[in-house]
């Protein structure tokens, strides 16, 4: 077993930075006061939730009382969909919900529970082979009652981006919320929802170097929105329960990095993305890119190998001292092909074999070049084991 | 690693002993809807293998056999049954899927030796004068009640110079003391003796769902021909069972042969059940070829059977004939005859109708 292992599933996960994570020690012990309460020590606490709301509003160009503390990138996606679908049947009727076929978990799972429990109408527009949604399909589908549209800015599995600020035009000439999940993309690039028209927003910490267990949501000014977390009057009512006061200092100060290093950071990850993909296309027969060439997230390279098992290439790489990915974290081992690659419409035996690389801004050219030395001979390990279950000689 | 016990205790046990460990679980399959009730791979026992792998800091994969396990394991199980035999379908299992499939990925990763926790035991005698290798012997385990080299008597040259089976040098109890001493949070669950893919159900309801085709009624004859009532379908009797015949006779009766010709089940009592001979095919020799000539051996017919005495004589074509010192009253065609002398397992094979 290699001792020195490297890293390539930052879309999975970052490590927590050394600024943040002192930015956040404060908060454990010294300042550990409960911001809802009237004594200095509370409102030492309330003071820091505070200023990261103003830290997080300033980098989405919003305004703080419109950014909603969370405990992950998935509950934001959950009390976004949730909370406007609900609030929009409450308002108005509502029972219509459009969302991508290439959603997150988070917001899919939560859109079947939508229409099994609470019997919404729930559509999946189409995509192209890149896994996008065009506007126009977005714009036939839009009803009077439809209550929230969701679609996903960068794909996790495939890295692939969206063109929200045109959808989201749409939808605003129609009066329809949208909301997207930036959890990939809010780690790479500068997010103006002005810009965006956008209504609802989801961002995780862990992806941009801040610590699991925070996350936060964008909620447009005037956007019908039920709390699904019912209980104290925390983030104006929108989501109850104490504020993680250290996580939330980390997270606006991940957010402040990504706002200033974000320049930095994407051009050392797109050299390293386009080596592996420029690598892998050309050195390993019947391998495609999946996602956009072009129009996806700066540190992600993400491909299909043509009867390979998927899950044993990732047991390969990792025995070998690499950590990658097949698209989501998943660990059981199913063989079945994800939602996002049947989606694209890749046949079976393309689809079972994906691999996702994701670069960080710590990563190394030569960590790089060793994985991109190994990975040929693994995927033809994978190749040649796939189907040969019948009895030892 | 399926989060038991004896998995458990033969990784920590290698790790002790300096192996370069990584664990590996397989997910075999599961009636669909049932896989909660599976007695082996449950998303419950991966996350209290994984727990346990995390606790012996050793990577650990799953590995997912559903699809193969169904191919071979249920479908020689269903297959067997709609034949009329009783199969065995643990036999098939660790031939095909964990020394077939888990082997060949362990060696894929760069493994040397594939580990289990079976109760069992290899011995290897070096030559000391040619520097050859001798044939890998496997041995009972150390606990005779825990014994399980008779599903293992399947197992080939290569496949036994790749296996390890740390706990077979340990009593049952001595392994849970063990697991104890390091610390490791094991399933407290009972020994799984049923098949892992019934759940909670039993086998005559698992192939009333999946293989409605052994639900042939036909006669139950005495041994003198006579028809003395109707069976529901041979698949849901054995060898040797009492119960559940539906028969009022004078004395007991038990099912003593099942004629597949004439799908009839033939019964008798006690007095005139059993066979002193056997026939076996498919045999498998540990050492990798046959005895040159008859052996006297202890035989053993089904898992938990008692081993009895018997001249086992090697035929052509990977057969041989059994024959027993006693009459034997259980003879049942699909389960295996393994032949022991001592502690030394030589081998077996299934067992053929009459």
Same mark, same amino acid.
């Given at each position: ?147 929230? &549209? ?42 103006? &929802? ?24 964008? &909620? ?37 990095? !990504? ?20 690598? !892998? ?58 939602? !996002? ?17 994701? &670069? ?34 | ?21 990584? /664990? ?8 669909? /809807? ?26 650990? +994969? ?18 067997? %049954? ?36 079976? %109760? ?21 385990? @150390? ?26 040098? %340990? ?27 019934? /759940? ?36 849901? %009797? ?57 052996? @006297?051996?202890?035989?053993?017919? @089904? +898992? ?51």
């Amino acid at each position: 077993m290699t001792t020195d292992r490297i890293y390539l599933d930052y879309s999975a996960s970052t490590p927590v930075d050394g600024r943040v994570l002192e930015a956040m020690l404060p908060y454990f012990q010294q300042h550990f006061g409960n911001p809802s309460s009237i004594h200095r020590f509370g409102q030492r606490a309330e003071g820091a939730v505070e200023s990261s709301r103003e830290q997080m509003a300033a980098a989405l160009n919003c305004q703080p009382h419109e950014i909603v503390f969370t405990s992950c990138g998935s509950e934001s996606d959950n009390l976004a969909l949730r909370g406007a679908a609900l609030a929009a049947r409450q308002q108005r009727g509502a029972n219509h919900i459009l969302i991508s076929p290439v959603e997150h978990h988070a917001v899919a799972r939560t859109a079947e529970q939508l229409a099994e429990v609470f019997g919404f109408e729930v559509e999946r527009l189409p995509v192209d082979e890149y896994g996008r949604v065009s506007p126009q399909e977005v714009a036939r589908r839009l009803r009077p009652d439809t209550a929230v &549209v969701s679609i996903i800015h960068a794909n996790n599995e495939i890295g692939t981006l969206n063109p929200i600020a045109e959808i989201g035009a749409l939808c605003r000439q129609r009066g329809i919320p949208l909301h997207t999940d930036a959890v990939q993309s809010g780690a790479h690039f500068p997010l103006d &929802v002005a810009a965006l028209n956008v209504d609802l927003l989801s961002l995780g910490a862990h992806k941009f170097y801040g610590p699991k267990g925070v996350g936060a949501l964008y &909620v447009r000014e005037g956007t019908p929105l039920l709390p699904t977390q019912t209980g104290g009057s925390q983030e104006l009512g929108r989501r109850a329960g104490t504020q993680n006061v250290p996580y939330i200092v980390g997270m606006a100060t991940a957010f402040a990095l !990504v706002q200033q290093e974000h320049a930095e950071r994407a051009a050392h990850e797109r050299a390293l993305r386009d080596r592996i993909i420029g690598r !892998v296309l050309e050195e390993i027969p019947a391998a495609r890119l999946t996602g956009h060439p072009e129009e996806r997230l700066p540190n992600h390279a993400s491909f299909v190998f043509r009867g390979v098992d998927g899950n044993q290439l990732l047991i390969l790489l990792d025995a070998a001292g690499f950590a990658c990915s097949s698209g989501s974290a998943c660990k059981t081992g199913n063989p079945e092909p994800s939602e !996002v690659l049947t989606a694209i419409g890749l046949p079976r035996a393309w689809a079972l074999g994906s691999l996702r690389v994701t &670069v960080g801004k710590d990563t190394r050219p030569e960590e790089v070049e060793r994985f991109l030395d190994a990975l040929p001979e693994l995927v033809e390990k994978a190749r040649l084991h796939n189907g040969e279950h019948g009895e030892s000689p | 690693m399926s989060g038991g016990v004896d998995s458990s205790v033969a990784a920590a046990l290698l790790k002790e002993q300096g192996y370069n460990v990584i /664990g590996m679980m397989l997910r075999l399959w599961s009636e669909p /809807g049932r896989e909660s009730e599976n007695r082996c791979c449950t998303l419950d026992s991966m996350s209290l293998a994984r727990r346990i792998a995390a606790r012996l800091d050793i990577p650990f +994969y799953a590995v997912d056999a559903r699809q193969v396990f169904r191919q071979t394991v249920v479908e020689a199980f269903i297959d067997g %049954y709609t034949q009329g035999i009783t199969p065995n379908p643990c036999l098939v299992c660790n031939r095909k899927i964990r020394w077939g499939f888990l082997l060949e990925q362990a060696l894929a990763l760069g493994a040397d030796y594939l580990a289990t926790g079976h %109760y069992a035991r290899l011995r290897t005698a070096q030559s000391e004068a040619t520097g050859e290798t001798a044939p890998v012997q496997l041995l009972k385990g @150390r606990d005779e009640g825990k014994d399980q080299s008779y599903v293992l008597h399947v197992l080939n040259q290569r496949q036994l110079r790749r296996a390890l089976f740390p706990v077979g040098e %340990y009593t049952k109890e001595e392994v849970r003391q063990m697991a104890r001493d390091f610390n490791l949070p094991v399933a407290s669950r009972a020994d799984s003796q049923d098949l892992c893919f019934l /759940g909670e159900g039993t086998y005559a309801e698992f192939l009333e769902r999946n293989a409605p085709a052994v639900k042939r009624p036909g006669p139950i004859l005495n041994t003198r021909g006579e028809v003395i009532g109707e069976h529901r379908g041979l698949a849901f %009797y054995t060898i040797g069972q009492r119960r559940g015949l539906g028969i009022a006779a004078a004395e007991p009766l038990y099912v003593k042969e099942k004629d597949l010709a004439r799908n009839a089940l033939v019964v008798a009592p006690r007095a005139e059940l059993g066979s002193q001979t056997l026939l076996a095919a498919e045999v498998n020799w540990i050492r990798g070829e046959a005895p040159p000539a008859p052996f @006297r051996a202890e035989v053993k017919i @089904r +898992y938990k059977a008692r081993p009895a005495w018997a001249t086992v004589t090697p035929l052509p074509e990977n057969r041989v004939r059994v024959q027993f010192d006693q009459p034997l009253r259980d003879i049942t065609p699909g389960q295996a005859a393994v032949f022991y002398q001592g502690e030394v397992c030589l081998g077996g094979g299934l067992i053929q109708q009459p």
